[in-house]
């Protein structure tokens, strides 16, 4: 059993910084993928990043060159640093853990980007 606990959302304004964070209970060193999704009310969950145990990376086309997504396997944390964000950035933002048999869910941050 994983418990996942992000951090790090709030407002921001368009072409600010946040880094979300999200710390496991468990070491997630053997954790096969772990990523960030996001849902805005009325639209479909959309993975932004994943990252692999080996390190791969995987992006949305919309967040490349602006988010980078990196785990800490020390200290059991995944984290997404979100540059030069945009109004359309604007959401929840959930990690997952994959250990090969199931997903684990945080509860979510809100990510707010508006002037």
């Known amino acids: 059993q994983v418990q996942l606990v992000e951090t790090g959302g709030g407002l921001v304004q368009p072409g600010g910084s946040l880094r979300l964070s999200c710390a496991a209970s468990?070491?997630?060193?053997?954790?096969?993928?772990m990523g960030w999704y996001r849902q805005v009310p009325g639209k479909q969950r959309e993975l932004v990043a994943r990252i692999t145990s080996a390190g791969n990376t995987n992006y949305t086309d919309s967040v490349k060159g602006r988010f980078t997504i990196s785990r800490d396997n020390a200290n059991n944390t995944l984290y997404l640093q979100m540059n030069s964000l945009k109004p359309e950035d604007t959401a929840v933002y959930s990690c997952?853990?994959?250990?090969?048999?199931?997903?684990?869910w945080g509860q979510g941050t809100q990510v707010t980007v508006s002037s």
């Open positions: 468990a070491s997630i060193s053997s954790i096969i993928a």
């Open positions: 997952y853990a994959f250990n090969g048999r199931r997903n684990y």
